[in-house]
């Protein structure tokens, strides 16, 4: 049984047979392979022969490589632009399906425009299965996440010259929006893991075959217990905070609550610092959007200077050092599916507050493993976070919770044997 799996990303495996740096983004995909490796599964048809299809540049975007029973392809795709579809995509996977000739193809994600020619190329709906991870559809109306008019419709030197104004940024998702909908109608199989990606996939193709299957997460995060002991007292931690959708600017008018009782509180964000010069070589003028530029205000505005620190971005393991150094977890976002922050958090026994947002709800039931706050209301964010620093006991018990709930979802053994029994079931179609 030959399954060709489509990748956003260049898996570690490759990467490190060629001493290339490597992301440990979707890091399951890694652990999904090195079972598949070592155990020699098989499905109802047979042994799984497994082909790699990934985004890369120069002569491996047109080559193919057997690497430990793995053969790779490469194609090349311009990342930094994913709302543009480049019809070429299609003439190199005919070439890989071609020479490889799957028995089906896995195609993991819908936010990019190799998925849709990859199916294209493909053309056999009912042996396609695409795994959904964010929306685009849902990201596309939410995306300004209630920030002022004004700053909407702003614009800096830097959004000017990368044609990457908020309104911009807005309207590329519209058009990875429009690539969903015809990727997930050429499908006949669909994997997801929560009720909004349920419903987002039949709104678009109510006829493919929806398979539930929850997600592992990075293999450090099953080790290691959050305690509050060891934690910086009343300290914040954001994942992620660089475009509206992620909500930053919410914890940022909640934070004169918080201080009003907590004078100590502090909050850490990692990812792309876009307040501030972080590791860039040019002056923050010229790289400033007109979000980071709002940030900056609110910053000044509610003299909270002294009360962000920027982390930057983090491996694995600084990301589970920095969970665990964390008195809370939030996650503001205005629209998640089943965002792997919460799930790592989680895992490690770390207090969550998160917004009634998207998928979160079927990650966390509120007041048994964490706190779900009123989507876009930085009041009752506040509230939920005094609450958690409060209630330190019962916050505890919050962790242990999500820990133990948390256990069962990302199981490994579980998740990968469910895996096979997808594939069995689209092997008999």
Same mark, same amino acid.
């Given at each position: ?119 294209? $190329? ?17 990201? $596309? ?264 709930? $948390? ?23």
């Amino acid at each position: 049984m030959k399954i060709l799996w489509v990748c956003n990303i260049m898996l570690p495996a490759y990467a490190k047979a060629h001493g290339i740096e490597y992301s440990v983004r979707e890091g399951w995909l890694t652990g999904c392979l090195d079972r598949l490796q070592k155990e020699k599964n098989t499905t109802s048809e047979g042994k799984i022969t497994l082909g790699i299809a990934f985004p890369s540049e120069g002569p491996v975007s047109e080559g193919k490589e057997i690497v430990d029973e793995i053969t790779y392809y490469g194609f090349n795709e311009d990342l930094a632009h994913p709302e543009n579809y480049d019809a070429s995509l299609e003439t190199r996977f005919k070439q890989i399906i071609e020479d490889f000739e799957p028995d089906m193809m896995h195609v993991f994600g819908t936010e990019f425009p190799h998925a849709l020619a990859a199916l294209r $190329a493909f053309g056999r709906p009912e042996r396609s299965l695409v795994g959904i991870q964010g929306v685009c559809t849902e990201i $596309a109306k939410a995306y300004m996440a209630g920030i002022p008019r004004k700053v909407q419709e702003s614009t800096t030197f830097r959004d000017r010259l990368k044609e990457d104004s908020l309104i911009q940024q807005q309207e590329k998702f519209r058009l990875r929006a429009e690539n969903e909908k015809e990727i997930l109608l050429l499908t006949g199989n669909v994997t997801g893991r929560t009720t909004f990606d349920k419903e987002a996939s039949y709104s678009i193709n109510p006829d493919a075959e929806y398979f539930a299957m929850n997600e592992t997460m990075r293999p450090c995060f099953y080790s290691g217990k959050w305690e509050e002991r060891k934690t910086i007292p009343h300290s914040i931690f954001l994942s992620q905070g660089d475009y509206p959708l992620k909500g930053f600017h919410f914890l940022l008018q909640a934070m004169p609550i918080i201080l009003k009782k907590y004078p100590d509180a502090h909050v850490y964000v990692a990812g792309n610092n876009i307040i501030g010069r972080g590791k860039s070589k040019y002056p923050y003028f010229m790289r400033a959007s007109a979000y980071g530029k709002y940030l900056k205000r609110l910053i000044a505005m509610n003299r909270l200077r002294k009360k962000v620190t920027m982390v930057g971005t983090l491996s694995d393991v600084e990301m589970k050092n920095r969970f665990l150094k964390s008195s809370v977890f939030v996650c503001t976002s205005v629209v998640e599916n089943s965002p792997n922050s919460v799930g790592e958090a989680m895992l490690l026994g770390v207090p969550v507050v998160a917004a009634n947002a998207g998928g979160i709800p079927d990650m966390i039931t509120d007041g048994m493993d964490g706190v779900i706050f009123d989507n876009m209301d930085y009041k009752k964010l506040a509230e939920a976070i005094l609450q958690m620093w409060d209630e330190p006991v019962i916050a505890a018990v919050y962790g242990d919770n999500a820990s133990k709930r $948390a256990a069962k979802t990302h199981n490994a053994d579980t998740n990968y044997k469910r895996l096979l029994e997808i594939y069995d079931a689209i092997c008999r179609k």
